[in-house]
Every structure is written in structure tokens, then in C-alpha cells.
């Protein structure tokens, strides 16, 4: 790990790490998107985020680029929190369709269905940033589930 500090001025209680660019800063990002989602009060959350920042993550890593990567997560809005991973490289990611033996390929498939089509990438001065947006409103909803009435047969 090379560096940490919040960022306050462009979005409360915004976090930025930077990492070196390997495996192993996984989890650093994950500690950093559980601590914030945590401390918004998002549990509902946590879980969908771990398993994008971790693709995000490794995909900056599968690019080659072997300098650094910073990883964001932010509260665009009451509704929204963001997470970041900019590179060093500026090939954008694509999404492919994986075959069934296919060992890889499936990343940025669960990250379009986890959140809801809403990620991007756009080039950066050096490299590229990544993004994957999480509906707050949906872990509301999907928090309120656990609360219906279940059928019993």
C-alpha cells in the first residue's frame, strides 16, 4: 500500500486508496468499501460491493500495467455510491460473453448485473478510470424482503 486519505471536498465522507498494482491489493480495497459502506449505514450493500471492487481491482491488475492503482468509493448522491479503480493502462475493459469452459471472461458480466447495467470506464491522462455504480434505494429494498411473510406449504 502506498497511500490513503479521505477526500471530503467533492463527496462527504469520500475514501481514496492507492495501492500498488497486484493481487494482493484486493484486500486493501475491500477493507476500504467495507469500512465506508459500514460507516453510510449500507450493510445491504457490502456484499455486492466486495465482489465488484474485487473484479475492479483485478482487472487493473490483469492489464500489465505494474505501477499503481487508486481506489475510490464515493456518495454521488443519497441514492448512489460509486466505486472507482483507475490504472495505469489505457485499454478500456470489454465485455465479452464467456463459453461454459471458459476460465475467465465473467467479470464485467456480474458487475452489469449487480448494478444494474450502471459501470463505465472513460480514458484518463494516464490510464483509465473504471466505475460500477450501487442503488442505496436498492438495499432499502432488498432489506425490506427479509421482513415480508413467508408462504408455508
Request: hydrophobic share 40%.
Amino acid at each position: 500500500m502506498l497511500t490513503s486519505h479521505q477526500e471530503t471536498a467533492r463527496s462527504p465522507g469520500a475514501a481514496t486508496l492507492c495501492l500498488l498494482s497486484r493481487p494482493e491489493s484486493a484486500a486493501a480495497a475491500r477493507r476500504l468499501v467495507r469500512t465506508k459502506l459500514t460507516e453510510w449505514g449500507l450493510p445491504d450493500l457490502v456484499d455486492d460491493a466486495l465482489l465488484i471492487v474485487t473484479e475492479l481491482v483485478a482487472n487493473a491488475v490483469g492489464t500489465g500495467c505494474r505501477t499503481r492503482m487508486v481506489v475510490g468509493v464515493r456518495r454521488p448522491t443519497v441514492g448512489t455510491v460509486r466505486l472507482l479503480v483507475s490504472d495505469g493502462s489505457a485499454s478500456l475493459p470489454v465485455q465479452l460473453t464467456a463459453g461454459p469452459d471458459s476460465e475467465s471472461g465473467r467479470g464485467l458480466d456480474l458487475i452489469h448485473h449487480l448494478t444494474r447495467a450502471k459501470w463505465g470506464a472513460r480514458p484518463w491522462p494516464r490510464g483509465k478510470v473504471v466505475h460500477a455504480d450501487l442503488s442505496a434505494a436498492r438495499a432499502r429494498d432488498h432489506a425490506g424482503l427479509d421482513k415480508l411473510p413467508t408462504a408455508r406449504g
